[in-house]
Nanobody, 120 residues
Framework: QVQLVESGGDLVQPGGSLKLACAAS????????MSWYRQAPGKERQFVAV???????NYLGSLNGRFTISRDDARNTVNLEMSDLKPEDTAVYYC??????????????WGQGTQVTVSS
């Protein structure tokens, strides 16, 4: 089974920066796509960013360029660099891996999340 472990969440003031990491138990070359999602209490889980094997990326449009997703293949890690953080960024951030099998099935794996709190 694939295991994903997020780290880097913290309490930070508005305007500050954080770097989150998602460490995978497998070579991330295996994964068709790796994504970050976030969820605030009482709200639905929200897509944040995705990076694919061809290095194409997509982001939640309302982030206005404040977040950057990247991968470090040598460390089997996907990162999320966050800048100019706002209180509305407060959430548990989750890592997601998608594996597309040879038969065409898609398998999804989730980490347990890391808490980001943005507050004065």
């Amino acid at each position: 089974q694939v295991q994903l472990v997020e780290s880097g969440g913290d309490l930070v003031q508005p305007g500050g920066s954080l770097k989150l990491a998602c460490a995978a138990s497998d070579n991330i070359f295996r994964f068709t796509a790796m994504s970050w999602y976030r969820q605030a209490p009482g709200k639905e889980r929200q897509f944040v960013a995705v990076i694919r094997t061809n290095n194409s990326t997509n982001y939640l449009g309302s982030l206005n360029g404040r977040f950057t997703i990247s991968r470090d293949d040598a460390r089997n890690t996907v990162n999320l660099e966050m800048s100019d953080l706002k209180p509305e960024d407060t959430a548990v951030y989750y890592c997601k891996a998608l594996v597309l099998t040879e038969s065409g099935d898609g398998l999804v794996y989730w980490g347990q999340g890391t808490q980001v709190t943005v507050s004065s």
